[in-house]
Nanobody
Framework: QVQLVESGGGLVQAGGSLRLSCVAS????????MGWFRRTPRKEREFVAA????????SSADSVQGRFTISRNNAESTLYLQMNSLKPEDAAVYYC?????????????????WGRGTQVTVSS
C-alpha cells in the first residue's frame, strides 16, 4: 500500500508561484509512475502533469505547459510540482497520485493510490 502526503498549497496572488510536494511511502518510489491532478468545481479530476516509470517521460496538460514543471527526487521519495505564473483558473485542490504501471499517464483511472490533496487558491 502506497501512502501519499501532499503539502505546499496556499493562497497566492495571480502571477505568483508555489511549489507542491508529495512524499510517498510504502513502495519503492523510483518504480512508480507519479502524477498530479486537480479538482475544481467544474472538473472532478483534471490531469495536470505526470512522470512515467521507468523512462522518466513527462507529460503535462496544455493549460499548464510552460508554467508548471513536474520533478521527482527518488532519494527522498518526493514528487514536486513547481507552479509559476499562476492564474485564478489554476485554483483547485491538487492531488498527488501513484501507480506501478507505465504507459498512459494522463488518465486518472490508471492510478491506484491518491493523496488527500492540498488546496491552492489564486487571487486576482
Amino acid at each position: 500500500q502506497v501512502q501519499l502526503v501532499e503539502s505546499g498549497g496556499g493562497l497566492v496572488q495571480a502571477g505568483g508561484s508555489l511549489r507542491l510536494s508529495c512524499v510517498a511511502s510504502g513502495h519503492t518510489f523510483s518504480r512508480l509512475t507519479m502524477g498530479w491532478f486537480r479538482r475544481t468545481p467544474r472538473k472532478e479530476r483534471e490531469f495536470v502533469a505526470a512522470m512515467n516509470w521507468p523512462d522518466g517521460r513527462t507529460s503535462s496538460a496544455d493549460s499548464v505547459q510552460g508554467r508548471f514543471t513536474i520533478s521527482r527526487n527518488n532519494a527522498e521519495s518526493t514528487l514536486y510540482l513547481q507552479m509559476n505564473s499562476l492564474k485564478p483558473e489554476d485554483a483547485a485542490v491538487y492531488y498527488c497520485a501513484a501507480t506501478p504501471y507505465s504507459g498512459t499517464i494522463d488518465t486518472p483511472t490508471r492510478y491506484l493510490y491518491w493523496g488527500r490533496g492540498t488546496q491552492v487558491t489564486v487571487s486576482s
